[in-house]
């Protein structure tokens, strides 16, 4: 009898604590660890961690995009790991070394697929997004023997992938209707060494950045037969002998309705231009070197952090009047930004204080603070629901 | 012993039945079965049906809003019905009457407050969203012992809600900061009879339409002191011979990154403004008379359904060239349709053919249709992390 009630207990144990929790997902978002490996799972509800999640190799430069029922993260190693988390369970469900040294990924328009750009040896797998399979392996090749890194990789509307190759000073618009057979699409000389894109948030303008020439390369993804254009011809690094502490990320770049935000390479500047005809409307003199400038979701105020020594501060900008309205004072190594989907709060990952800080952005003050390791990206589950994240 | 095994396997299997099953819910939504007093819990990744909810009274014009983490709709029936629902177990948790007639509602930024705008006795209420209990009721009152009905309620950045007051010819700004004692910003003399109204995406401009004058009515929330102006001076029912077989609502108004679509009322006409200017730019000849023009997510198409006797029809605007590039026959009474978010499918119901069919945006090819008793609103949870909605 006591054997046979000890059965019933344990059949019942294992029943009542369900691997996943039920609730809803959409409040849900992960912290990388840098140092550690490991990611958190949190919530922007509470503001608490749910989970952490170890064994996600070297995440010194990572990313992470989510499955479109925002269940499920997959993040995107500097190791050439891929690993999906499921969110509901905290747990590490799968983890696939797809290359040597990667840089980044997207996911597509349906959420099957999941691409990666890798460094080492180049060009862009696609995975299925159930299984992490392998579907296809495009290599980069831009000349004979040649293979160029990849980088900028965004995923864009019908079901397309677009990355740039860096020694191929090329951009390639990937067709992925058929994964295992994608077609592509290529346009060559768009400038030298892009080192970095960014797509708008419609999904229509494709903008790389140039690492061997000054300016930036556009490919307008609904005229494609206008070619890629050249915007903001001087845009780049002007002084030759001031260093640049931190080449600014270009997915940190703010598009608010009427202009766009972005940092200046190596100078104190934050840069407004026209987002109809890219001019240059004005130079907003900030703290240090920017690195990301982030538009709040209603894109009336821009938030903006600095490289080394400057990055303990952030500055806010005030979108109608296009000048800084607020210095903060954060703490040591603030790495990266993330706002609640509809921007009532921004954390942000202060590294080399081992915490993550909530702010709420009307009134600037602290919301919340939770103990990290090392905390370098933030990413929102709500991603999942935006093209080019 | 038989009688403590009994009880042993009912608490097995409670235990393993819970209520709510797990998953992400960024891909749920529900579709409204106006007839029933019930709604159609979906999913948007397998296009299937998940439960039905029953006893929500009466939804012949009923509209929802989701909690920020997508777990729960509140749907707004016409008949001052309140109703929250969990998405994961398929059960209306709460029911009040909060008021005789009601015509629409909107969630605040943090997601904490409901608001509903009445018709009868008039005014706004607002509600805790986690237990439904009353936190405030704003009478709209406009003159001495006169209540107005009030339209077009939506939230807006900082926590705010903006609505208009039909017999009053005002727009109401409400800080809910406090929802218990919430401040309220008037603006008088906006125009006669605003009939609904409709905020970008970005939370900027309300734009109220107008019943009794042609025009209509823009509040600039970045910039309150210049008050409300008047755009679009002719717009409104400039034929009084011909009839208005269905008033356009305001909400299906199109706004992409350069124009805003939107229909003429009572003309066979979608117009198209500069969305700086606010000057008229083109008409774009269509089918019938115009009732939702809406933009995919990613702003290159519009689709457009229309009011009887032409609602067995669909069009899609090129919003490159602003042109028609496609007429589909539906079916009888396409009432409403809702984008996935990233836009590569469209849901539309097909009132008199107690269907809704799946298309895809690109190919516009049928992917999937589930019977609903006389469908009409369809709502994504993705909704929940956009403001306006």
């Not at 010194?60 to 993040?75: K, P, T």
């Not at 790389?208 to 930036?216: D, H, K, Q, S, T």
């Not at 260093?243 to 703010?254: F, Q, R």
């Amino acid at each position: 009898m006591i054997k046979f009630l000890s059965l019933i207990v344990v059949a019942v144990f294992s029943l009542s604590l369900p691997a996943a929790e039920p609730r809803g997902t959409g409040d849900m978002g992960i912290i990388i660890e840098r140092a550690n490996g490991s990611v958190l799972i949190i919530e922007t509800t509470h503001n608490s961690q749910l989970y952490r999640v170890e064994g996600l190799g070297d995440l010194s430069h990572a990313s992470a995009v989510f499955s479109r029922d925002e269940r499920h993260a997959y993040v995107f190693g500097r190791d050439g790991g891929l690993s999906k988390i499921d969110l509901l369970s905290g747990t590490l469900l799968k983890r696939v070394m797809q290359a040597g040294n990667s840089i980044g990924g997207a996911i597509s328009q349906d959420g099957k697929i999941i691409a990666v750009s890798n460094y080492e040896p180049g060009g862009v797998k696609l995975f299925d997004s159930t299984s992490l399979e392998l579907l296809s392996d495009i290599p980069a090749h831009y000349a004979e023997s040649k293979q160029s890194k990849t980088v900028g990789l965004v995923d864009a509307p019908n079901q397309h992938f677009v990355f740039s190759l860096f020694e191929g000073n090329q951009i390639w618009l990937l067709d992925a209707h058929n994964p295992k057979q994608p077609k592509i699409q290529k346009f060559a000389d768009i400038g030298l060494q892009p080192y970095d894109a960014l797509i708008s948030s419609n999904g229509r303008f494709y903008i790389a950045g140039l690492f061997g020439e000054e300016g930036l390369a556009l490919l307008d993804l609904w005229q494609l037969d206008k070619g890629v254009q050249r915007i903001l011809p001087h845009y780049g690094k002007d002084d030759p002998k001031k260093p640049v502490y931190k080449m600014p990320h270009l997915e940190g770049w703010a598009l608010t309705d009427d202009y766009a935000l972005f940092p200046a390479v190596g100078r104190n500047d934050v840069l407004v231009a026209d987002r109809r005809t890219w001019q240059l409307v004005k130079k907003i003199p900030v703290y240090g070197q920017p690195v990301f400038v982030m538009s709040r979701p209603d894109g009336r105020q821009v938030w903006v952090n600095f490289a080394m020594p400057n990055n303990d501060t952030v500055q806010i900008i005030d979108t109608l009047k296009l000048a800084v309205m607020t210095t903060k004072k954060i703490g040591k190594g603030v790495l990266h930004m993330e706002f609640t989907p509809r921007g009532e709060a921004v954390w942000l990952s202060v590294r080399d204080e081992d915490k993550v800080q909530i702010y709420g952005t009307e009134d600037g003050q602290l919301r919340g603070e939770l103990p990290a390791h090392k905390p370098s990206g933030i990413f929102f589950a709500a991603r999942a629901h935006q093209s080019g994240l």
